[in-house]
């Protein structure tokens, strides 16, 4: 049974800094990975979408990896701003793409 | 254009009731996801849709779950004889084919009383 795990829980950081939020799944046979940004009280917005074929994607300030071999997915956001404040998830696409599994999420706070 | 909507955003419900959830797609998307998030949860997979079958219905939580796609479009999520377990927001998103970016409705807030 697939699992995905997110860590760290929560970050607090000072505007500015570069960051690196992580996520990890248990079996490797994935179809794709996303990351979402999910603000409170409203739904959720896809950051950036991953195919197994795929090891980075890139939008603006937002880097992801995946490493399908080990597991591993991270998102790397640079120069980050109050803005960038929000809950992450990354969802793991299974092979057969009829079931997504999403991670806990990692709650950000970048402090003004 | 417009997004992924969901009817109603708030439903208040007695338990042992019915209630039926709405999810309008984008136009032309194939592919459409169901999930819960309960409060302090994480978001939980209940069921895809690729055109009106479901492939895998094995994510609903029990046999009073039950949700249907017509049309390619519209789809609507029925929870039958409501718990007040079944208290969630209750996500939609859709896809332009299997596998790619998922774009999520607002939810319905479901509250069970």
């Known amino acids: 049974k697939q699992e995905v795990t997110q860590i760290p829980a929560a970050l607090s950081v000072p505007e500015g800094e570069n960051l690196v939020l992580n996520c990890s799944f248990t079996?490797?046979?994935?179809?794709?990975l996303q990351w979402f940004r999910q603000d409170p009280g409203k739904g959720l917005t896809s950051l950036l979408l991953?195919?197994?074929?795929?090891r980075e994607q890139t939008s603006g300030r937002l880097n992801a990896s995946l490493d399908k071999s080990s597991g591993r997915s991270t998102l790397y956001i640079a120069a980050s701003q109050p803005g960038d404040s929000a809950t992450y998830l990354c969802?793991?696409?299974?092979?057969?793409?009829?079931?997504?599994?999403f991670g806990p999420g990692t709650s950000l706070s970048v402090i003004p | 254009g417009a997004g992924v909507s969901q009817s109603p955003s708030n439903k208040v419900t007695e338990k042992g009731k019915d209630v039926e959830l709405r999810c309008d797609p984008i136009?032309?998307?194939?592919?459409l996801y169901w999930y819960r998030q309960s409060l302090g949860q994480g978001l939980e997979f209940l069921i895809y849709f690729q055109g009106n079958s479901a492939p895998d219905k094995s994510g609903l939580p029990s046999d009073r779950f039950s949700a249907e796609r017509t049309g390619g479009s519209v789809s609507t999520l029925t929870i039958q004889r409501t718990q007040q377990e079944d208290s969630a927001v209750y996500l939609c998103a859709s896809s332009p084919g299997p596998g790619e970016t998922q774009y999520f409705g607002p939810g319905t807030r479901l509250l069970v009383l």
């Open positions: 969802a793991v696409g299974e092979t057969s793409y009829d079931k997504v599994i």
């Open positions: 079996d490797s046979a994935i179809y794709n």
């Open positions: 991953i195919q197994s074929s795929q």
């Open positions: 136009s032309g998307h194939t592919a």
